[in-house]
């Protein structure tokens, strides 16, 4: 357990210092195309795409930062009231379609990325930057996410069947 917290402050902490920056990251070509087309008149045609670009790479790599927050939609309507071995039961479900939905994320977006970065595709913007950042974000994010999901996936089962031994020596 002590390695699996060990990976889990490591994940959590990565995933925090990479939503602040790339938040800050986007925040200020954002001010300053704001600033220069209101205030000077002078448009930017490269912040719109930055920005763009920036923010589908905060999207897949902050979905494990989400992970940990427990920031996810849940119905805890249902699941909430769950204990035991539905809860197990439930969460298994739901670790299974993670790994379906993450195994496709990391197969197909590591084939796209390998082939961005092979052949250094550019947008075809004005201002054309290269695509393989974040491209890349796409694989790298499932896999974190795929991996955040396993840790809470642990904790959830460490937790229910704790409830189910205190619930046997009533």
Known sequence: MKVLNY???KLDRFGEIWSYLILAIVLFPTLESVFLRSLLSKPTIWTA???TLLFGIFFFIGGAYCEAR?????????YGRLRGTWKIAVDTVSLIACLVFCGVMVYFGSKLAIEV???MEK???LWAPYLWPSRWAIPV???????RTLISYTESISQSRQWIREGRKR
């Open 7 to 9: 990976i889990k402050g």
């Open 49 to 51: 795409e930055l920005t």
């Open 70 to 78: 427990q920031g996810h939609v849940v119905m805890d309507l249902f």
């Open 117 to 119: 970065t092979a052949t």
């Open 123 to 125: 947008s075809e913007s």
């Open 141 to 147: 994010g499932a896999f974190l996410l795929f991996c």
